[in-house]
């Protein structure tokens, strides 16, 4: 098969522009990836949004709230684990990892974070803990409670 010169141009030319588009793509999937954590998770709050109610269920740290939270977490032995947090001791946990201190005692109650989800990553490239915090809108934390989504 013989192109002309001008075939051989386009041909050329077609071929920049999908290098060019595939670097442009892996650009962006690389800026888009690097703002997820990539790190080892350590602990989370999802607000509890599954079907079933938590009314005849008690908070897993201080033993007499109704739950709102799931809260997950791992074991020494590197395990997930799940049990399900108030609202008051959800924020402890936040305001003690905020803080940086191992015990609720440090921790005042002044202040409170309005959040859906709080996750927190350990990232060996840093050598440093990320915290993720999620806040629905009023429109999805209303549909998302009753079961919508």
């Not at 010169?5 to 690389?30: D, G, L, P």
């Not at 690097?34 to 009314?55: A, M």
């Amino acid at each position: 098969m013989v192109y002309s010169e001008h075939a051989k141009a386009c041909i050329v030319a077609h071929i920049q522009v999908v290098v060019s588009i595939i670097s442009c793509v892996s650009i962006i999937k690389e800026l888009f990836m690097s703002r997820i954590p990539t790190g080892v998770l350590i602990w989370s709050l999802k607000r509890y949004i599954k079907d079933e109610n938590l009314w005849d269920r008690v908070c897993f740290r201080c033993k007499q709230a109704t739950p709102v939270f799931e809260y997950e977490h791992r074991d020494e032995l590197e395990r997930s684990l799940f049990h399900f947090l108030c609202e008051e001791c959800a924020q402890k946990k936040l305001a003690e990892w905020l803080q940086c201190a191992q015990s609720p005692d440090y921790v005042s109650l002044g202040y409170q974070t309005d959040f859906d989800i709080a996750t927190v990553f350990y990232e060996q490239k840093n050598d440093g803990e990320t915290l993720t915090l999620i806040r629905w809108s009023p429109e999805q934390r209303q549909r998302r409670l009753q079961g919508a989504e």
